[in-house]
């Protein structure tokens, strides 16, 4: 019997080595050895059992024998009492004690895991085994994190040292218009305004912690010197620069898989044949619903096989046609875009400009940014559609095509929106004009421009719920009575509503992205986020079991989390933008927040800056210099080339063993 | 984890623990369901190890009955062959398609499910087309399955002998990122 040196099981458990002959460990009596030396699997370690560091068991059970041979070698080797060392035994007792401590802890997280049944129920229907759910429980650590650091440093403190002097620095210029900032209705309301108040962010809920209005510019300068104005900058940009990380990290990952794969070259059909049936599916219906699938998938790649093929085949008159008619509906597809975009900057300026109407046509009107931009998100993907139809790629291309589309859509429609409030806000960046020459903002409009902005912010999550769940109560159980109880062909034809994944996922990253850009201006938006984001995993979840059937088009897993990672960053990306440039060049309200006596909110830096220590000044000032940043920065030059020459090598590597593989 | 339990002895459940990727409790639980599956043939604390469950209660285990591989997955992990498994079976069975297991072992075992159906040890054109038939419930067109199996024999053959050997697949294996977590059975 072989024994390959050093080629012991290791920690990952099984056997790795493959060698050349030998036969298949034969469990069924009736199972003839082909005579053709079929492979041997070189297990490593004899029978003779030798202790290994990690011990017997990772050994025994990685084995592929029965189960009675198993136990007979157990036996075996329980009778050897092996002469061991005193260490050596203390070191097994421990590593028994460390196995039974995680038993114990396994058995505790079984009940205490919140999302334990849920996932067990959504993992078994496999097909939503996504992206989706993954990445809303992601979103709700990231948050729950930021949350804490706000509650940590910024909220506690403003509400202990409420009332104790801003000491600020009064600009005894200031004009006591701008002043002016009264949030309060005055006089009788009637009832329904607080529902309203809590629907726009107006009102009761305006003077809230909620806003950024409602801090004040505390900074306490006895013993415990705390400047709330520096931690509430400070936070939020390390949530930003943490949110980076995390991003960042989780690229990484994605990236490795896809280096080191090679990419999603060779093998699909192969993949789809052994590892695309998923023996976790239960459920007769859910069973079929994957086996439609997978028969979906083949004949796809088999008819982009044949439209490949086809392609090849045309003439050159066709191709010219071809390419011509996709450069035109190319051309219609970003008028279509367009037209929402234009569509979203009136709706705003039209919005901010009539925000004094009272009851529900006022709320209506608030809420029309918001209309517009969900309204444009849902009808443009549809004409979309309709145009690829004529476009004739073949589908994989289709569905990327679709997805950037919509990413375009969104995010661009979100910067449109920001970019019409930042220019009623600074008069078109030009502080010379009528309305913003006294105080360097529009303060006719907004005499507290960043709760008006954390509003948009607010208004823009609470719709999503709102809808979200409007669409879940009217849309899709309606649609699900109409077709199980009728059985108009035409009806049946339409079908439950699909429930396809990469725009749920789309509606995220927007989500997400609407959260940082107001996390500035509205420091509790996370946590009503997290809350939306709960709300909405348990309506999807519902919508899933009992609505909807599952997409018939798949997005391959890998490729589909390392492209929506990157979509994530550009969101990230937009609201840094947002933030900076809030931060660094607009005047902040001279009647509210913590920042309202600088002339932007960058300046409370330098400011703290020059009233530390001498010590603790000069060293911050050598690592903002250039005698230490521009070191800094060849270094981090030098590293970085170095990891794109490594994973250049690696993908050679793998490139070459390839070939090396297939001759 | 304590000896409160009078099913097995403490060494048998030693055995257990050290053979398969299971805990104690789990271990026992799975005992609860074997034994569910037939009271009066299963007795309470295990005095006839070699009490053989005969298939058609393996198959019905809500975990399995859809499974269209249900039948080869019970053949392979069963001693005779047939699909009647012992209480040892049961458990190996769903020791390997637990989330512990490791990959390779688990390509061990999904080669054996696909490959014999005519007991050669090797995945041939005719066992190809029938996992490809359970795959797809029968819908595939004849030309379409002869298509797919020959593109996956291309893909996946590397010496070129027109079926795949158990090599072969390992080093498909290994491509497949999600492999791991397909092969797996929650119970």
């Known amino acids: ?663 | 984890m304590g000896n409160k339990q009078s099913i097995f002895t403490a060494q048998q459940l030693d055995a257990y623990q050290d053979c398969t990727y299971f805990t104690r409790k789990e271990i026992l639980r799975l005992f609860y369901r074997y034994r569910d599956l037939a009271p009066q043939l299963v007795p309470l604390d295990y005095t006839r190890p070699d009490v053989k469950l005969p298939y058609e209660l393996i198959g019905s285990m809500p975990e399995l009955k859809d499974n269209p591989f249900r039948q080869r997955i019970a053949e392979v992990f069963s001693e005779d062959g047939q699909g009647n498994m012992t209480l040892d079976d049961f458990l190996d069975m769903f020791s390997v398609l637990s989330e512990m297991a490791p990959r390779d072992l688990k390509a061990y075992y999904a080669f054996k499910i696909y490959a014999d159906f005519n007991n050669d040890d090797f995945i041939c054109k005719s066992d190809l087309e029938k996992t490809l038939n359970k795959l797809t419930r029968n819908e595939l067109t004849e030309d379409e399955v002869r298509m797919v199996c020959e593109k996956v024999i291309d893909e996946a053959d590397l010496d070129n002998d027109g079926r795949l050997s158990l090599e072969d697949f390992q080093h498909m294996i290994v491509r497949a990122p999600e492999f791991l977590s397909t092969f797996h059975i929650r119970i």
């Open chain 1, 1 to 663: 019997m072989d024994r390959a040196a050093g080629q012991g099981p290791t920690e990952t458990g099984g056997p790795a080595a493959v060698t050349g002959n030998g036969r298949l460990g034969d469990r069924r009596p009736s199972s003839r050895l082909s005579s053709q030396s079929p492979p041997q699997l070189n297990w490593g370690s004899a029978l003779t059992g030798d202790d290994e560091d990690d011990g017997p068991p990772q050994d025994l059970r990685s084995r592929p024998l029965p189960m009675s041979q198993r136990r007979a070698l157990w036996q075996e080797q329980q009778k050897k009492v092996p002469v061991v060392s005193k260490g050596e035994s203390w070191r097994r007792k421990n590593a028994k004690l460390l196995r039974e401590g995680k038993e114990a802890l396994k058995e505790i997280l079984y009940f205490f895991s919140p999302w334990r049944k849920a996932l067990q129920l959504i993992g078994g229907e496999s097909w939503t085994r996504s992206a989706v759910f993954l990445f809303a429980m992601r979103s709700v650590g990231k948050k729950r994190t930021f949350v804490l650091l706000i509650a940590g440093f910024v909220l506690v403190p403003s509400i202990v040292f409420r009332g104790s002097e801003g000491t600020g620095f009064p600009n005894l210029t200031v004009l006591l218009e701008c002043m002016n900032y009264n949030p309060n209705p005055q006089g009788l309301v009637p009832f329904y305004t607080y529902i309203l108040d809590v629907l726009l962010g107006t009102g009761f809920v305006e003077l809230s912690y909620l806003f950024y209005g409602f801090y004040e510019n505390t900074v306490v300068e006895d013993r415990n010197f705390y400047n709330i104005p520096l931690a509430y900058l400070l936070t939020a940009a390390f949530y930003f620069a943490f949110c980076l990380i995390c991003i960042v990290v989780r690229l990484g990952y994605a990236a490795r898989v896809a280096v080191a794969t090679g990419g999603q070259t060779g093998g699909e059909y192969s993949m789809i044949a052994f590892a695309g049936w998923d023996y976790g599916s239960l459920g007769d219906k859910e069973t079929k619903l994957k086996q439609k699938n997978i028969l979906y998938r083949l004949q796809v790649d088999l008819e982009e096989e044949r439209l490949k093929n086809q392609a090849a085949a045309l003439t050159l008159k066709q191709k010219v046609f071809l390419y011509s008619l996709r450069v035109l509906l190319l051309f219609l597809a970003l008028g279509l875009i367009a037209a929402a975009l234009f569509g979203i900057f009136q709706a705003t300026q039209f919005s901010q400009k009539m925000s004094g109407r009272e009851g529900i046509v006022g709320l209506l009107i608030q809420y029309l940014p918001s209309i517009v931009i969900t309204a444009g998100n849902f009808v443009v993907p549809l004409l979309c559609d309709q145009i690829a139809l004529l476009e004739r790629y073949s589908p994989s291309v289709t569905i990327i095509l679709a997805l950037m589309r919509a990413v375009v859509l969104r995010l661009v429609g979100l910067g449109v929106l920001l970019f019409t409030l930042w220019t009623q806000v600074t008069c078109g960046g030009n502080p010379e004009e009528d309305d913003c020459r006294l105080c360097q903002y529009n303060y006719k409009l907004y005499q507290c421009w960043e709760t008006r902005v954390g509003q948009e912010m607010y208004k823009l999550t609470v719709f999503d719920l709102l809808i979200a769940v409007a669409t879940l109560v009217l849309v899709e159980f309606p649609r699900r009575m109409v077709v199980d109880h009728s059985s108009n062909a035409l009806v049946q034809k339409l079908g439950r509503q699909e429930f396809v994944i990469p725009s749920n996922v789309l509606v995220l990253v927007y989500g997400q992205t609407v959260v940082w850009t107001g996390a500035l201006f509205c420091p509790l938006l996370p946590l009503i986020n997290t809350v939306k984001f709960i709300i909405l995993f348990y309506c999807k979840k519902i919508t899933l079991f009992h609505n909807c059937r599952p997409a018939l088009r798949t997005f391959r897993s890998t490729t589909s989390t390392f492209f929506f990672l990157v979509v994530l960053l550009f969101g990230w990306g937009l609201a840094t933008t947002v933030m900076v440039y809030s931060v660094t060049a607009i005047h902040p309200s001279m009647s509210c927040g913590p920042f309202r006596f600088f002339d932007n909110m960058w300046l409370i830096v330098p400011a703290t800056l020059y009233s530390l220590s001498d010590t603790s000044r000069d060293f911050l000032f050598f690592i903002g210099s250039q005698a230490f940043s521009i070191p800094l920065f060849i270094l981090l030059c030098v590293v970085l080339c170095y990891f794109i020459a490594l994973a250049s090598v690696y993908g050679k590597t793998v490139r070459l063993l390839r070939t090396q593989l297939k001759l």
